[in-house]
């Protein structure tokens, strides 16, 4: 049985009067032009992936702890930005650069196993953790308030070595991506 729907130019998609033609005289040039122009998209977005693929391909182990701690310092400062610094209590402004940062209770040269480690994090201003090293010791009485006695020794016993995988660093910073992207759509 024969279709009896008229076929329509595939660049206009105005009916055809003829059965046995896919496009009208005026359609073909322009229909061309942009199939040319897809193709030569489709061609361009392989190539940016391929680059992108032989970038990922060179980057060191350290350049992927960087961008990994890079993705859950900023996760960390966007769950904590209504609870200000936790050292001072301090609720500074936003600024151009921003005026917080994300502190580690026991530092990343003290305790490497700890750097991505959320219960060692917070949010700190910029203040405390770079001008004053950290501010240890209200750091720790703001860690007891927020997260209790028993978790902030449970912080101070760990020990352990840090050893990272890239496979394991691509996923954490796929994840906290992920995270971080759903907390400012929230705010």
């Known amino acids: 049985m024969l279709s009896t729907k008229q076929p329509k130019c595939r660049y206009c998609r105005k009916p055809l009067d003829d059965v046995r033609r896919r496009l009208h005289n005026e359609c073909q040039e322009p229909w061309i032009t942009r199939q040319l122009a897809k193709q030569a998209a489709a061609k361009a977005k392989k190539e940016r992936a391929a680059v992108k693929a032989r970038k990922e391909k060179l980057k060191t182990r350290r350049e992927w702890i960087a961008e990994a701690q890079t993705v859950i310092n900023r996760y960390v400062r966007l769950r904590d930005a209504g609870c200000g610094c936790i050292s001072c ?43 004053l090293g950290g501010n240890a010791i209200e750091y720790r009485r703001g860690l007891v308030e927020r997260r209790g006695l028993e978790r902030v020794e449970q912080i ?17 910073k796929a994840v906290f991506a992920k995270k971080t992207r759903r907390l400012e759509k929230r705010a």
């Not at 301090?90 to 990343?108: E, I, L």
């Not at 352990?160 to 995988?165: P, S």
């Open 89 to 131: 209590g301090n609720k500074p402004g936003n600024r151009f650069g921003g005026t917080m940062d994300c502190g580690h209770f026991r530092s990343v040269g003290s305790a490497p196993h700890l750097r991505f480690h959320l219960w060692n994090m917070a949010a700190q201003c910029v203040r405390c953790n770079q001008h």
């Open 156 to 172: 101070e016993a760990m020990q352990g070595v840090a050893k990272w995988d890239i496979p394991y660093l691509k996923r954490l």
